[in-house]
T-cell receptor, first 111, second 113 residues
Framework: GQQLNQSPQSMFIQEGEDVSMNCTSS?????WLWYKQEPGEGPVLLIA?????ELTSNGRLTAQFGITRKDSFLNISASIPSDVGIYFC???????????FGKGTRLHILP | SQTIHQWPATLVQPVGSPLSLECTVE??????LYWYRQAAGRGLQLLFY??????ISSEVPQNLSASRPQDRQFILSSKKLLLSDSGFYLC????????????FGPGTRLTVT
C-alpha cells in the first residue's frame, strides 16, 4: 500500500538549534498535514498545506508543500525544550482517499 | 469551538475480557469519525472510520469492532481481548467536506494482561 517515508526517525539537538525534517512519497499528494504528539497525548495539528509550493508558518514552525507534490518539509527555528515530541506528517492523494501517516520523527533536545 | 473526548484515559484488562472505549465530539455536526491504534513508539494505524450514524468501514481485519449509535458518538469494542490488543487508542474527527484535517482526542492507554 501507499506509504509516506518520514526522516529522520529521530533527532538529538541542542536547545536553540534549528530543526529540519521531511516526508516523501512515490506518488503525488494533494494535501500535507503536520502533527506533533507529546507523550501520553493525542497528536495536535500544527500546519495544513493544500497547494504545491505553499509555505506556511505557525510561530517558529514553517512547513512547505514540495513543488513536485511528492514531499513536504517541516522546519523549527530556535528550538526550545517544549518542542520535544514526535512529529508526524500525513498526506492525501486524491479527494476520495483517506489520510495516511508517516511513522514520525522523534525530536530530543539535549540540555 | 469543537472538542473531542475519550474515556477511559487508561484501562487494564485481562485477556479474554470485553472492551468498550467511547469517543464523543462536541461543537460540530455530522463529522467523519476515526479510530486509530498506536503501538509503543510507533506510527498510527487506522482501524475504523465512519461517515455517518451506523456507517462503519473497517481498515484492518482484527479482533475489534466499532459502532456509531449517535451522530457524535463512536465506540470501539471487543468481545474477547488479546494480548496484541494492547496499545494507545486514538479517536479523531474531521468535517465531512472541504477539509481533510483530522483532530485527535486525548487517547486511551489499553494494557491487556
Amino acid at each position: 500500500g501507499q506509504q509516506l517515508n518520514q526522516s529522520p526517525q529521530s533527532m538529538f539537538i541542542q536547545e536553540g538549534e534549528d530543526v529540519s525534517m521531511n516526508c516523501t512519497s512515490s506518488s503525488i499528494f494533494n494535501t500535507w498535514l503536520w502533527y506533533k504528539q507529546e507523550p501520553g497525548e493525542g497528536p495536535v495539528l500544527l500546519i495544513a498545506l493544500y497547494k504545491a509550493g505553499e509555505l506556511t508558518s505557525n510561530g517558529r514552525l514553517t512547513a512547505q508543500f514540495g513543488i513536485t507534490r511528492k514531499d513536504s518539509f517541516l522546519n523549527i527555528s530556535a528550538s526550545i525544550p517544549s518542542d520535544v515530541g514526535i512529529y508526524f506528517c500525513a498526506g492525501r492523494r486524491n479527494r476520495d482517499d483517506k489520510i495516511i501517516f508517516g511513522k514520525g520523527t522523534r525530536l530530543h533536545i539535549l540540555p | 469551538s469543537q472538542t473531542i473526548h475519550q474515556w477511559p484515559a487508561t484501562l487494564v484488562q485481562p485477556v479474554g475480557s470485553p472492551l468498550s472505549l467511547e469517543c464523543t465530539v462536541e461543537g460540530t455536526s455530522n463529522p467523519n469519525l476515526y479510530w486509530y491504534r498506536q503501538a509503543a513508539g510507533r506510527g498510527l494505524q487506522l482501524l475504523f472510520y465512519s461517515v455517518g450514524i451506523g456507517q462503519i468501514s473497517s481498515e484492518v481485519p482484527q479482533n475489534l469492532s466499532a459502532s456509531r449509535p449517535q451522530d457524535r458518538q463512536f465506540i470501539l469494542s471487543s468481545k474477547k481481548l488479546l494480548l496484541s490488543d494492547s496499545g494507545f487508542y486514538l479517536c479523531a474527527w474531521s468535517v465531512q467536506t472541504g477539509s481533510y484535517e483530522q483532530y485527535f482526542g486525548p487517547g486511551t492507554r489499553l494494557t491487556v494482561t
